[in-house]
């Protein structure tokens, strides 16, 4: 099975930079993705890593460690509208199957 | 260009009654997600399906939960004699493909057993 782990909770300030981890152990990795929601709505799609490296969108950033077994999604430049949760999910069945972990809250204040 | 639609946003339903549950992939996607979600926790996937198949429905309780998605109008997810247990909310994805590299999700049903 997969087994998925970040923090529950992060606390910044506005205009800050946090970093969010995830370690994960998975059989049939094919790669790392990120997804925020906001208060139970929709979750949508942030990032996806499948090699390792930094990917940069914006103000957010996915990094992968394949060899580690590690990834983390780096927000910058904080802002209110930033406060949800953030989940990372391990991609694995050939590319299809999406397990998430329990997701990190993120409050930012100001 | 509507996205990923579920219906009903919000449904109650009473103990040993059954739950439909509705998705509309985004046009041109033909892959469809089922995941459940209980509050403060992360997003279990239940079944995936393609047009008329069900690939993986490794998540799925084996009993009172089924899942379709015809050839013609919307996945449905099925819970008969729902219990207090299921009060959940359900989360549809689509994706254009095989990989689901970035998948699009819906609105979610809140299910509510009384």
């Known amino acids: 099975g997969q087994s998925l782990e970040q923090p529950s909770e992060v606390t910044a300030v506005e205009g800050a930079i946090v970093q969010i981890n995830c370690t994960y152990q998975t059989s049939g990795f094919y790669g790392l993705s990120w997804y925020q929601q906001h208060d139970g709505g929709a979750p949508t799609f942030l990032s996806y890593?499948?090699?390792?490296g930094l990917e940069e969108t914006g103000r957010f950033s996915s990094f992968l460690s394949r060899s580690d077994s590690y990834g983390y999604l780096l927000l910058q430049e904080l802002q209110m509208k930033d406060s949800a949760s953030y989940f990372c999910a391990v991609l694995t069945g050939g590319g299809n199957k999406l397990t998430f972990g329990t997701g990190t809250q993120l409050k930012v204040e100001l | 260009n509507a996205g990923v639609m579920q219906n009903p946003r919000h449904l109650v339903r009473r103990r040993g009654q059954e739950a439909r549950l509705r998705c509309s992939p985004m046009k041109g996607h033909s892959h469809v997600y089922w995941y459940r979600q209980l509050p403060e926790e992360g997003l279990k996937f239940m079944v995936y399906?393609?047009?008329?198949?069900?690939?993986?429905e490794s998540g799925m309780p084996k009993e009172r939960f089924s899942a379709e998605f015809p050839k013609e109008g919307p996945s449905i997810l099925r819970i008969q004699q729902v219990v207090r247990g299921d009060s959940a909310a359900y989360f549809c994805?689509?994706?254009?493909?095989?990989?689901?590299?970035?998948?699009?999700f819906g609105q979610g049903t809140r299910l509510t057993v009384v």
């Open positions: 890593n499948a090699l390792d």
């Open positions: 399906l393609q047009k008329e198949n069900i690939i993986d």
């Open positions: 994805a689509s994706s254009p493909g095989w990989e689901n590299t970035e998948a699009f």
